[in-house]
């Protein structure tokens, strides 16, 4: 075995000594773009004992996970861990795992089931007709893709149609929307075209191969939490920490990178909140659920650096102080479910609204809320609107829910948000089709039609233009305020449905979070080119990206719901930076 | 007309060759089909009682009955062995009858160790002919509950005298036979020159239960042969031991062993990782106990999701390529189909995502074995807006229980909380098994739908005395200290205050799985609930019940099935699912039915003999029908 001493640059805590491993197919030649993950297999063990997770203010180290993968060559040189576990993959090939990495490593061919098995989520979905009904397959998409990858292996098992429509009754409890009226339709062509697909599994499309600009990259990984957390969204905070939070368990994670240590912050709630909070639980049944606050979305104050944070299920502003590691709790005047959230350069904070259909602005000189109306589309969804503090004053359990229909009619749904390099704040409303302008001055609200589908989240780069993924349309869309016009970007996979993105305003680089095609696609934006990055583990649903201002790495989080359906059944933050040269 | 269709179908039947029941399970592959059809469609309306033979049990064991549990099926011996029909009682007494007539013409009984609190089962016993016994050529074997294995002369039920000790071999150890702890219930198996038997072991209350050896021994001497025990590698645990009926396939000289959960059943901290050859298919040579291959449905069990039911060999014929095929119905309601030359699934296995444990220690398997084809045959999830009640105010109830259960569908480990299990360890499938129409690739089957709640509670915190039942019978729940583990299991079936299960009906129910299309043909309900209710009503309420025992299929185009909690004997059109015919038996019948063509008249054969773990009566009653003469 070749072992060289190289000094690698790893800016995480792993042995420097390294060896070089050359990967290849049964003929020898080498497999280029082979990804091989090493886990360590000692851990400090961690005090779990508040309820399986690290308590308030106690800190635990994170085993930290690497990737990397083989150049034209098949080489590759990685760290030299005695206590790893080593898993070589490549498309095509079976999976191989070794305790002591060989210095060469010979994979084998996959059958043809397995290599069909081995396809991502979107390439089968893509072959989904529904019937010849776009529209259907579409507002499948958007109310059934936001939680898991729909088309895994285990999504395509025969189902008779009972049992279909058992799944879409059990997901619209969980926050799915799909209209009752197509459950059974849905269920049917769930059953018949999964079916043809396992038959003629030829039809379905070869996932997009690894490319050569993987060997320049490399991906750490690290586990937080259990199989039951969901790692929604995240900060990348000046102070070099990355903050996480637990959606379903209303903690904070603080992780140092550099060390792989994280501490744990749990969000208080007060006495008498109940369980998912003003919403109400949706998830019942789920285990150990602690979703008092609901932690969301994360921005930091360009000022003092505190993050805020939305705590989607109350009506509520969190407020974490980063030097007392204090939680503020502030009331919110109005408006219901606090979501995406960002912060401007004038101390202001600036997050949607969701269920109401509202901007809601904090001014932290003035300590004062600012609640800014987005307007109704027709007169009946005004009506279910304004009658929402009058619905809410009614128990969780016998609150009256209108049945979801096509056009999503009392529910706009004020998702994205960002600000603009000149100040303005820019909305995308998810179901309505549109996006809002806010004038940051004068707060006059301006909407425009979205001339796609499912405008999720967004962003503006540095020249003003804005950013949006359309989600059931698998779209990446510039807008251009300044000549009021739209482009649209195919997406490098097919059938992809984009969650959200961020820009890289230094590089000019927009990334966009994968979840169907286990991939985070980065956009060009001067040359109008992909670059498409595998995840390291099978099912890594993503929903919001990071961006190192001084390397352009990115980080992202699995989100999978659940988690424990992702490979390794753990939530992970992960981080996908340049190799040193 | 409608009476020339029966007379065409008789005449075929009679030339057709004649129909036994040579096996347990109708043939040594478990197909559950015989070829007799003179009894058809058109004229199983006319079936009626031919005889009836009591065993004598119920007077001979009085109080004792309430620890039986009837599952035994009868075998047809052939001519050349005195062409009776010979089964045995749960207290391991073997009867041989007048196939015509049900009198008996001999009995044998091995006078079991009758201590500890373990039911009492006998499925059946075997037959094989052994040429170079002078003495003793034409014999049966029989696995007792106090587990020696016995063979005895077909003929007369008398010992082998060349076969072990007086005609039996021990199947424990010097530490002698420990009542309560392992028995035997399914019968052995002969294939080629061995005899071979597996065991019932207690594998919820001990950590470290008995081994789960499968013994193998000279089918003339009863030396031993051979010996597998499953869980090689794990002293912290035991079981895994092979309780349902074993498969034979001579062609390729294998024996196909259906093994159950490592102990204990729902705690897996000592037993790390995924515990190979537990819950699994496991292929062994029959002459060495060689492994051939092993296919585990379940990893790292914690549910006491055994193998449940004999694995059914059948010849798979998709896409024009001839198999040699294995089905395997499970617990969680699955059916793998296997070649059974590798143990390869034949239909793509998708791995299930797995919840986690919240228990200190436990490592659960990160993801599960599923089918891609057929569907589960029944829906492992159950949310609280789907309770069920016969009023809203049980319905309340039952939505109120639960919203408080863990759920994460099936595989959702127990933890201290409780936790939804369903299926249960009732199934799903169980010992009945399924039967294959013949050579159609249709397997039928009985199907449990009914859902159960467990926890973990800290033996630390257990009141002494509140350990008890070890089983969750008729809204008993089940409490099982496991010794050696610092837990102590609490199961129930999930049901309302007025005893009725919080699902939606059916609750037991009969399912048609096409084995090469990988689609469910049909499901009907299986079993009324009239006699369920706090009161007797007068008329059949077709919620289908909780079931134990199997069903058969004929080439008439039936399926007959019992074990039903309504004492209904039944026979299914094996197209349809239409219920053709019933008989209201005396006690519920929990034991697989058998046919048999003798003398020109084909004869439908059922054990009744209650379902006491259901708090059904209990009973000794061999019936056989038979159209009019």
């Given at each position: 075995?070749?072992?060289?001493?190289?000094?690698?640059?790893?800016?995480?805590?792993?042995?420097s000594l390294?060896?070089?491993?050359?990967?290849?197919?049964?003929?020898?030649?080498?497999?280029?773009q082979?990804?091989?993950?090493?886990?360590?297999?000692?851990?400090?063990?961690?005090?779990?004992?508040?309820?399986?997770?690290?308590p308030?203010?106690v800190t635990?180290t994170?085993?930290?996970v690497?990737?990397r993968?083989?150049?034209?060559?098949?080489?590759?040189?990685?760290?030299?861990?005695?206590?790893?576990?080593?898993?070589?993959?490549?498309?095509?090939?079976?999976?191989?795992?070794?305790?002591d990495?060989p210095?060469?490593?010979?994979?084998a061919?996959?059958?043809?089931?397995?290599?069909?098995?081995?396809?991502p989520s979107?390439?089968?979905?893509?072959?989904?007709?529904?019937?010849?009904d776009?529209?259907?397959?579409?507002?499948?998409?958007l109310?059934?893709?936001?939680?898991?990858q729909?088309?895994?292996?285990?999504?395509?098992n025969?189902?008779t149609?009972?049992?279909?429509?058992?799944?879409?009754?059990?997901?619209?409890?969980?926050?799915?929307?799909?209209?009752?009226?197509?459950h059974?339709?849905?269920?049917r062509?769930?059953?018949v075209?999964?079916?043809e697909?396992?038959?003629n599994?030829?039809?379905?499309?070869?996932?997009?191969?690894?490319?050569?600009?993987?060997?320049d990259?490399?991906?750490v990984?690290?586990?937080?939490?259990d199989?039951?957390?969901?790692?929604h969204?995240?900060?990348l905070h000046?102070?070099?920490?990355?903050?996480?939070?637990?959606?379903?368990?209303d903690?904070?994670?603080?992780?140092?990178?550099?060390?792989?240590?994280y501490?744990?912050?749990?969000?208080?709630?007060?006495?008498?909140?109940?369980?998912g909070?003003i919403?109400?639980?949706?998830?019942e049944?789920?285990?150990?659920?602690?979703?008092?606050?609901?932690?969301?979305?994360?921005?930091?104050?360009?000022?003092d650096?505190?993050?805020?944070?939305t705590?989607?299920?109350?009506?509520?502003?969190l407020?974490?102080?980063?030097?007392?590691?204090?939680?503020i709790?502030?009331?919110?005047?109005?408006?219901?479910?606090?979501?995406?959230?960002?912060?401007?350069e004038?101390?202001r904070?600036?997050f949607?609204?969701?269920?109401?259909?509202?901007?809601?602005?904090?001014?932290?000189?003035?300590?004062?809320?600012?609640?800014?109306?987005?307007?109704?589309?027709?007169?009946?969804?005004?009506l279910?609107l304004k009658?929402?503090?009058?619905?809410?004053?009614?128990?969780?359990?016998?609150r009256?829910?209108?049945?979801?229909?096509?056009?999503?009619?009392?529910?706009?749904?004020?998702?994205?948000?960002?600000?603009?390099?000149?100040?303005?704040?820019?909305?995308?409303?998810?179901?309505?089709?549109d996006?809002?302008?806010?004038?940051?001055?004068?707060?006059?609200?301006?909407m425009?039609?979205?001339?796609?589908?499912?405008?999720?989240?967004?962003r503006?780069?540095?020249a003003?233009?804005?950013?949006?993924?359309?989600?059931?349309?698998?779209?990446?869309?510039?807008?251009?305020?300044?000549?009021?016009q739209?482009?649209?970007?195919?997406?490098?996979?097919?059938?992809?449905v984009?969650?959200?993105?961020?820009?890289?305003?230094?590089?000019?680089?927009?990334?966009?979070?994968?979840?169907?095609?286990?991939?985070?696609?980065?956009?060009?934006?001067?040359?109008?080119?992909?670059?498409?990055?595998?995840?390291?583990?099978?099912?890594?649903?993503?929903?919001?990206?990071?961006?190192?201002e001084?390397d352009?790495?990115?980080?992202?989080t699995?989100?999978?719901?659940p988690?424990?359906?992702?490979?390794?059944?753990v939530p992970?933050l992960?981080?996908?930076?340049?190799?040193?040269? | 007309?409608r009476?020339?269709?029966?007379?065409?179908l008789?005449?075929?039947?009679?030339?057709?060759?004649?129909?036994?029941?040579?096996?347990?399970?109708?043939?040594?592959?478990?197909?559950?089909f015989?070829?007799?059809?003179?009894?058809?469609?058109?004229?199983?309306?006319?079936l009626?009682?031919?005889?009836?033979?009591?065993?004598?049990?119920?007077?001979?064991?009085?109080?004792?009955?309430?620890?039986?549990?009837?599952?035994?099926?009868?075998?047809?011996?052939?001519?050349?062995?005195?062409?009776?029909?010979?089964?045995?009682t749960?207290?391991?007494?073997?009867?041989?009858?007048?196939?015509?007539?049900?009198?008996q013409?001999?009995?044998?009984?091995?006078q079991?160790?009758?201590?500890?609190?373990?039911?009492?089962?006998?499925?059946?016993?075997?037959?094989?002919?052994?040429e170079?016994?002078?003495?003793?050529?034409?014999?049966l074997y029989?696995?007792?509950?106090?587990?020696?294995?016995?063979?005895?002369?077909?003929a007369?039920?008398?010992?082998?005298?060349?076969?072990?000790?007086g005609g039996?071999?021990?199947?424990y150890g010097?530490?002698?036979?420990?009542?309560g702890?392992?028995?035997?219930?399914?019968?052995?198996?002969?294939?080629?020159?061995?005899v071979?038997t597996?065991?019932?072991?207690?594998?919820?209350?001990?950590?470290k239960s008995?081994?789960?050896?499968?013994?193998?021994?000279?089918?003339?001497?009863?030396?031993?042969r051979?010996?597998?025990?499953?869980?090689?590698?794990?002293?912290?645990?035991?079981?895994?031991?092979?309780?349902?009926?074993?498969?034979?396939d001579?062609?390729?000289?294998?024996?196909?062993?259906?093994?159950?959960?490592?102990?204990?059943?729902y705690?897996?901290?000592?037993?790390?990782?995924?515990?190979?050859?537990?819950?699994?298919?496991?292929?062994l040579?029959?002459?060495?106990?060689?492994?051939?291959?092993?296919?585990?449905?379940?990893?790292?069990?914690l549910w006491?999701?055994?193998?449940?039911?004999?694995?059914?060999?059948?010849?798979?014929?998709?896409g024009?390529?001839?198999?040699?095929?294995?089905a395997?119905?499970?617990?969680?309601?699955?059916v793998?189909?296997?070649?059974?030359?590798?143990?390869?699934?034949?239909?793509?296995?998708?791995?299930?995502?797995?919840p986690?444990?919240?228990?200190?220690g436990?490592?659960?398997?990160?993801?599960?074995?599923?089918?891609?084809?057929?569907?589960?045959?029944?829906?492992?999830?159950?949310?609280?807006?789907?309770?069920?009640?016969?009023?809203?105010i049980d319905?309340?109830?039952?939505?109120?229980?639960?919203?408080?259960?863990?759920?994460l569908?099936?595989?959702t480990?127990?933890?201290?909380?409780?936790?939804?299990?369903?299926?249960?360890?009732?199934?799903?499938?169980?010992?009945?098994?399924?039967?294959?129409?013949?050579?159609?690739p249709?397997?039928?089957?009985?199907?449990?739908?009914?859902?159960?709640?467990?926890?973990?509670?800290?033996?630390a915190?257990?009141?002494?005395?509140?350990?008890e039942?070890?089983?969750?019978a008729?809204?008993?729940?089940?409490?099982?200290?496991?010794?050696?583990?610092?837990?102590t299991?609490?199961?129930?079936?999930?049901?309302?205050?007025?005893?009725?299960p919080?699902?939606?009906?059916?609750?037991?129910?009969?399912?048609?799985?096409?084995?090469?299309?990988g689609?469910?043909a049909?499901?009907?309900?299986?079993?009324?609930?009239?006699?369920?209710?706090?009161?007797?009503?007068?008329?059949?309420?077709?919620?289908?019940?909780?079931?134990?025992g199997?069903?058969?299929?004929?080439?008439?185009?039936?399926?007959?099935?019992?074990?039903?909690?309504?004492?209904?004997?039944?026979?299914?059109?094996?197209?349809t699912?239409?219920?053709?015919w019933?008989?209201?038996?005396?006690?519920?019948?929990?034991?697989?039915?058998m046919?048999?063509?003798?003398?020109?008249?084909?004869?439908?054969v059922?054990?009744?003999?209650?379902?006491?773990?259901?708090?059904?009566?209990?009973?000794?009653?061999?019936?056989?029908?038979a159209?009019?003469?």
């Amino acid at each position: 075995m070749t072992r060289l001493l190289l000094a690698l640059g790893l800016t995480f805590a792993l042995p420097s000594l390294a060896l070089t491993v050359h990967v290849v197919d049964q003929a020898g030649d080498p497999i280029p773009q082979a990804m091989v993950t090493i886990t360590p297999t000692e851990v400090p063990a961690a005090d779990l004992s508040d309820d399986g997770y690290v308590p308030h203010g106690v800190t635990a180290t994170a085993g930290t996970v690497l990737t990397r993968f083989t150049d034209a060559l098949g080489t590759v040189a990685l760290p030299d861990d005695a206590d790893a576990r080593y898993r070589v993959r490549a498309q095509g090939f079976v999976d191989a795992y070794f305790d002591d990495l060989p210095e060469r490593v010979q994979l084998a061919p996959m059958s043809l089931e397995q290599l069909y098995a081995s396809y991502p989520s979107n390439v089968w979905l893509s072959q989904l007709a529904f019937g010849g009904d776009e529209a259907l397959k579409k507002s499948f998409l958007l109310n059934c893709a936001f939680c898991h990858q729909q088309a895994s292996p285990f999504m395509r098992n025969e189902r008779t149609v009972e049992q279909w429509i058992s799944v879409i009754e059990r997901m619209n409890t969980y926050g799915a929307r799909l209209p009752p009226e197509h459950h059974e339709r849905v269920a049917r062509l769930l059953q018949v075209e999964y079916r043809e697909l396992r038959d003629n599994p030829e039809r379905v499309p070869v996932p997009r191969d690894w490319e050569p600009h993987l060997s320049d990259i490399e991906m750490v990984e690290w586990p937080i939490g259990d199989g039951f957390s969901q790692m929604h969204d995240f900060l990348l905070h000046p102070n070099g920490y990355v903050y996480v939070g637990d959606n379903l368990f209303d903690r904070l994670y603080e992780i140092d990178t550099d060390t792989g240590e994280y501490t744990v912050y749990k969000v208080p709630h007060r006495e008498d909140d109940e369980l998912g909070g003003i919403l109400g639980n949706r998830f019942e049944v789920f285990p150990k659920m602690y979703n008092y606050m609901g932690v969301h979305s994360f921005a930091h104050s360009k000022k003092d650096g505190n993050i805020f944070i939305t705590p989607s299920m109350q009506q509520a502003l969190l407020e974490f102080d980063v030097n007392t590691k204090e939680f503020i709790i502030h009331e919110l005047p109005g408006g219901y479910y606090p979501h995406t959230i960002r912060t401007d350069e004038r101390d202001r904070v600036w997050f949607t609204l969701a269920l109401s259909s509202q901007v809601g602005m904090l001014d932290r000189k003035t300590g004062e809320f600012e609640i800014i109306d987005l307007p109704a589309r027709t007169f009946r969804e005004w009506l279910v609107l304004k009658s929402l503090p009058l619905i809410f004053w009614i128990d969780p359990e016998l609150r009256p829910t209108p049945a979801p229909n096509d056009e999503s009619i009392g529910l706009p749904m004020p998702y994205g948000i960002d600000v603009a390099p000149n100040g303005d704040i820019w909305v995308a409303r998810l179901y309505a089709n549109d996006i809002a302008r806010i004038d940051a001055e004068t707060l006059e609200v301006e909407m425009i039609d979205f001339p796609f589908n499912g405008p999720r989240r967004l962003r503006v780069d540095a020249a003003g233009t804005l950013w949006i993924v359309a989600f059931q349309d698998s779209l990446l869309v510039s807008y251009d305020p300044a000549t009021k016009q739209y482009r649209k970007f195919e997406l490098p996979v097919i059938n992809e449905v984009p969650y959200a993105l961020n820009v890289d305003r230094e590089r000019g680089v927009v990334w966009v979070n994968g979840n169907q095609s286990d991939t985070i696609l980065a956009f060009d934006i001067g040359t109008e080119t992909w670059k498409v990055y595998p995840m390291p583990r099978q099912r890594f649903f993503t929903r919001d990206i990071e961006v190192a201002e001084e390397d352009g790495a990115i980080y992202t989080t699995n989100s999978h719901f659940p988690t424990y359906q992702s490979e390794g059944a753990v939530p992970t933050l992960l981080r996908i930076s340049p190799l040193a040269d | 007309m409608r009476r020339l269709l029966p007379l065409t179908l008789l005449l075929t039947a009679a030339l057709a060759q004649a129909s036994g029941w040579s096996h347990y399970g109708g043939d040594a592959g478990g197909r559950h089909f015989s070829s007799a059809a003179a009894i058809d469609r058109g004229n199983v309306a006319d079936l009626d009682v031919a005889w009836v033979h009591r065993s004598g049990d119920s007077e001979a064991y009085g109080e004792e009955m309430r620890l039986t549990s009837t599952q035994g099926t009868p075998i047809l011996l052939p001519p050349a062995a005195g062409e009776s029909l010979v089964y045995c009682t749960p207290f391991s007494r073997v009867i041989a009858l007048d196939p015509g007539s049900g009198k008996q013409r001999w009995s044998f009984d091995p006078q079991i160790d009758r201590r500890g609190e373990r039911p009492f089962r006998c499925r059946g016993v075997s037959y094989a002919e052994v040429e170079d016994s002078a003495s003793c050529r034409h014999r049966l074997y029989l696995g007792t509950h106090d587990r020696k294995l016995w063979a005895l002369d077909a003929a007369t039920g008398k010992p082998c005298s060349d076969f072990g000790a007086g005609g039996h071999v021990t199947l424990y150890g010097d530490e002698g036979y420990i009542p309560g702890e392992v028995s035997n219930s399914s019968p052995p198996v002969v294939a080629g020159d061995v005899v071979i038997t597996g065991s019932t072991v207690i594998d919820f209350a001990y950590a470290k239960s008995p081994r789960g050896t499968v013994l193998a021994f000279d089918k003339r001497t009863g030396a031993p042969r051979w010996r597998f025990d499953p869980l090689i590698g794990f002293p912290g645990s035991g079981s895994a031991n092979v309780w349902a009926p074993i498969s034979v396939d001579e062609d390729l000289g294998v024996v196909y062993l259906p093994t159950s959960a490592p102990s204990p059943d729902y705690y897996g901290v000592d037993r790390p990782g995924d515990n190979p050859n537990a819950n699994s298919i496991v292929a062994l040579e029959s002459a060495t106990g060689e492994v051939r291959w092993s296919f585990q449905h379940v990893r790292h069990d914690l549910w006491d999701y055994d193998t449940p039911a004999q694995p059914i060999l059948f010849t798979w014929k998709k896409g024009g390529a001839k198999i040699p095929a294995l089905a395997q119905v499970t617990k969680q309601g699955f059916v793998f189909v296997l070649d059974r030359r590798t143990g390869r699934s034949l239909w793509e296995i998708t791995e299930h995502p797995a919840p986690p444990s919240q228990i200190p220690g436990e490592q659960t398997a990160a993801t599960q074995p599923k089918p891609i084809a057929p569907p589960q045959l029944l829906d492992p999830f159950l949310m609280p807006d789907d309770a069920w009640g016969i009023t809203p105010i049980d319905r309340r109830d039952c939505r109120r229980q639960l919203s408080e259960l863990g759920n994460l569908g099936l595989f959702t480990p127990l933890k201290e909380d409780l936790t939804l299990m369903f299926p249960g360890s009732l199934g799903g499938s169980n010992w009945g098994g399924g039967a294959l129409l013949g050579d159609r690739p249709v397997l039928i089957t009985n199907v449990n739908n009914v859902p159960f709640s467990g926890r973990l509670i800290p033996t630390a915190d257990v009141a002494s005395g509140d350990a008890e039942h070890d089983h969750p019978a008729a809204g008993h729940r089940m409490v099982v200290t496991m010794q050696g583990t610092p837990y102590t299991v609490e199961i129930g079936s999930l049901q309302s205050f007025l005893g009725v299960p919080c699902n939606k009906p059916p609750w037991g129910k009969l399912v048609a799985v096409d084995l090469e299309a990988g689609t469910i043909a049909w499901d009907v309900a299986l079993g009324s609930v009239h006699e369920m209710a706090p009161f007797p009503v007068p008329f059949h309420i077709e919620w289908g019940t909780p079931n134990l025992g199997g069903g058969i299929a004929t080439a008439g185009g039936l399926f007959f099935i019992g074990a039903t909690m309504d004492r209904q004997f039944r026979a299914f059109d094996v197209d349809t699912g239409e219920t053709l015919w019933r008989y209201t038996l005396p006690v519920d019948a929990a034991a697989t039915p058998m046919t048999y063509e003798y003398r020109g008249r084909q004869y439908v054969v059922i054990n009744a003999g209650g379902h006491h773990m259901f708090s059904r009566g209990t009973g000794d009653y061999l019936y056989a029908f038979a159209l009019p003469e």
